[in-house]
């Protein structure tokens, strides 16, 4: 519809339109100048044609992304069904995974009778084979809890030595045939992260290693400083090696590289996947070096036991995880007769959440507890709830009654300068 009138009222014309016409025409327009009355006739059409045009992509669209979004509201039930049910598969294969182990390491001793060689050999394979097994169902039960967001992290201070020194008889069984050298820098001493975390991903990392490499070659693993405030442990081994483009697809779940395939090893491609998650977890990064036939090196890094250190780690891990804008402190400590700060970092650990950092309150015996600032306030709330609710220590022996105190929240571009100031109450660090 194309409105003609004699009138020149503005307010009409807006009236029209929101009525549905088309255009507004004065009279002395369409009968003064045909050509001009011509062109804005077929100026409405055009608009009317676009506009009918638009309304119905529009409605496609609609269509489209409902279409889309059905779809894909079917496709995430039906994935965590599917990983429900190869969580709960592995967590049941736990248990006979052990009698397995079990039995085939007593008869490898002994102790049912004597066995040949040949029986040895046969039953060392089963082991090895449920060591696999029972690494695949960790990997499973890691990655399902990782998603999920309530795998447990309890950092502190880590003896780089110690750290090698409980992997090392397990990786020895393991290397037959390989061997296994070990290379500690003198300036290296202690790390920062969770010390099961940063042994699981060493572990995959030398098994990996082994897996690849042929009978008689070397896997060293050396561990040095990297910059000022980390150190770098890595597995080098002198097996095929990688293209680089093998190497974008190393960290993705269920894929390996087909050159991994060389000495006829066969895994789910998770066990890498699951080391990016564990050393992002421990505030590090996870690296691969390699050429092809000329062996591959991975390496992962942690942060050192300063605060600026961790702190700095801390922070920039948020950063990429970009689904925090902010972050809070709570100090917390407990009443007398408490107990020691062990304790309180244990009780911690359990109860706070994979993306809460715990630093010792430079103060005193209590705790500095750093996280996510969504709800500072219902953070404080729930970590006393969960404290008043746990068993007390024993007959004659109760346990101090927990306090939280709230230190403040700061945007992660400017936490950096109070938050030091407050795990380190360094002068330096209040004027940085």
């Keep these: 519809m194309i409105v003609v009138t004699s009138s020149g009222n503005e307010d ?13 025409i004065r009279k002395d327009t369409a009968f003064g100048d045909e050509a001009n009355f011509r062109r804005a006739l077929l100026e409405s059409l055009r608009r009317y044609d676009l506009e009918h045009t638009t309304r119905e992509l529009t ?17 995430a039930a ?46 060392g394979f089963i082991v090895d084979a449920t060591r696999d097994l029972t690494q695949l169902v960790d990997d499973f039960l890691d990655g399902g809890k990782l998603r999920a967001g ?119 491609g998770l066990g890498l996947s699951i080391v990016k998650e564990l050393v992002d977890i421990n505030l590090g990064a996870v690296d691969v070096r390699s050429r092809l036939g000329e ?21 920039r891990w948020l950063a990429r995880e970009q689904r925090h804008e902010q972050v809070a402190a709570l100090r917390v400590q407990r009443d007398e007769p408490a107990g020691d700060r062990d304790a309180l970092f244990a009780f911690l650990a359990t109860e706070s959440r994979a993306h809460d950092l715990q630093l010792p309150d430079p103060a005193g015996d209590g705790v500095i507890l750093l996280g996510p600032a969504q709800d500072p306030a219902g953070w404080r709330t729930r970590l006393l709830a969960l404290d008043r609710a746990r ?3 024993g007959p004659g022996q109760p346990p101090g009654a927990m306090r939280c105190e709230h230190l403040g929240r700061w945007d992660l571009a400017s936490a950096e300068p109070p938050l030091l100031a407050i795990v380190t109450r360094t002068q330096e660090a209040v004027h940085a």
Excluded at 14 to 24: E, S
Excluded at 59 to 75: S, W
Excluded at 97 to 119: N, R, T, Y
């Design 150 to 268: 309530t795998l447990r992290v309890a950092r502190q201070p880590i003896g780089v030595d110690a750290l090698l020194d409980s992997a090392w008889p397990m990786l020895e069984s393991r290397a037959r045939g390989i061997t296994l050298e070990r290379h500690l820098a003198a300036d290296v001493r202690d790390a920062f992260g969770d010390p099961d975390k940063a042994r699981r991903t060493l572990i995959n990392l030398v098994i990996n290693a082994i897996k690849f490499s042929g009978a008689g070659t070397e896997v060293a693993v050396s561990v040095r400083r990297d910059g000022d405030d980390a150190i770098r442990i890595a597995v080098e081994d002198q097996g095929p090696g990688m293209t680089e483009e093998q190497q974008t697809q190393l960290f993705e779940r269920f894929r390996q590289a087909d050159a991994m395939e060389t000495f006829g090893s066969k895994g789910f």
């Design 59 to 75: 409605r496609r669209l609609k269509q489209a992304n409902n279409d889309l979004t059905t779809k894909g509201e079917r496709l």
């Design 391 to 393: 068993p007390q220590a």
């Design 12 to 24: 009409i014309a807006a009236r029209v339109f929101r009525l549905g016409a088309a255009d507004y």
């Design 78 to 123: 039906m994935s965590e069904t599917a990983h429900r049910f190869v969580e709960d598969v592995a967590h049941e294969f736990r248990t006979p995974l052990a009698v397995i182990q079990e039995f085939a390491s007593i008869m490898g001793d002994g102790i049912g009778g004597e066995i040949s060689p040949k029986h040895g050999e046969f039953l």
């Design 295 to 315: 062996g591959s090196t991975f390496s992962f890094t942690l942060p050192t036991p300063q605060p600026r250190s961790v702190l700095g780690h801390y922070l």
